[in-house]
């Protein structure tokens, strides 16, 4: 079993910044994709970014050059660092694991609110 912890969200200010945080805890794996996605109210869920075991990053076309993930294996986490932030990056932010070998795990999200 798996548990994955965010935190990080909040309200923000258009241009401003945040960084999102996924602790992962319980059943270790050597090869798995783990990221972000988010929901806005009313549209599906979307990948936002993405990091591999193997340290290959993925973005979403709307984030390129705005956000940046990365990750401390020492403490099983990923971050997002989300900067020049828009009112269009307003949603819930999730953490998602998805091990090679099948399967996949959500965190609860964190909303993210940017707004003047």
């Known amino acids: 079993q798996v548990q994955l912890v965010e935190s990080g969200g909040g309200l923000v200010q258009p241009g401003g910044s945040l960084r999102l945080s996924c602790a992962a805890s319980g059943s270790i794996f050597t090869f798995w994709f783990m990221g972000w996605y988010r929901q806005a109210p009313g549209k599906q869920r979307e990948l936002v970014a993405r990091i591999t075991s193997g340290s290959i990053i993925n973005y979403a076309d709307s984030v390129k050059g705005r956000f940046t993930i990365s990750r401390d294996n020492a403490k099983n986490t990923v971050y997002l660092q989300m900067n020049s932030l828009k009112p269009e990056d307003t949603a819930r932010y999730y953490c998602?694991?998805?091990?090679?070998?099948?399967?996949?795990?959500w965190g609860q999200g964190t909303p993210v609110t940017v707004s003047s």
């Open positions: 998602n694991l998805a091990p090679y070998s099948g399967g996949q795990y």
